[in-house]
């Protein structure tokens, strides 16, 4: 059983910073790629900001500058800073892994929430 966890989320006032963080625990071969996606009520899940096993990222428009992933071993991070009422939103990650040879799938957490307002 592979299972992620976010957490690090909560209430912050514009122009603060939170960091998530994605935990990846269960029985997995590698970790290929992680993610972090956010969908606000109403509106499409989107991407946020991806890693790539040899550490190439990569971000939307709207978090660069701003947000930065990272991971180490099998926990994964966001550092978000500067955060704007515009990135409320739950957050969830998302980790491509290769359970055996041949065999990789995505795995999503369960999302935090984050919301920023005055």
């Known amino acids: 059983q592979v299972q992620l966890v976010e957490s690090g989320g909560g209430l912050v006032q514009p122009g603060g910073s939170l960091r998530l963080s994605c935990a990846v625990s269960?029985?997995?071969?590698?970790?290929?790629?992680m993610a972090w996606y956010r969908q606000a009520p109403g509106k499409q899940r989107e991407l946020v900001a991806g890693?790539?096993?040899?550490?190439r990222t990569t971000y939307a428009d709207s978090a660069k500058g701003r947000f930065t992933i990272s991971r180490e071993n099998a926990t994964g991070y966001l550092q978000m800073n500067s955060l704007k009422p515009e990135d409320t939103a739950v957050y969830y990650c998302?980790?491509?892994?290769?359970?055996?040879?041949?065999?990789?799938?995505?795995?999503w957490g369960q999302g935090t929430q984050v919301t920023v307002s005055s």
């Open positions: 890693i790539t096993s040899g550490g």
């Open positions: 269960g029985s997995i071969f590698n970790i290929n790629a």
């Open positions: 998302k980790a491509d892994i290769w359970v055996r040879v041949g065999h990789s799938q995505d795995y």
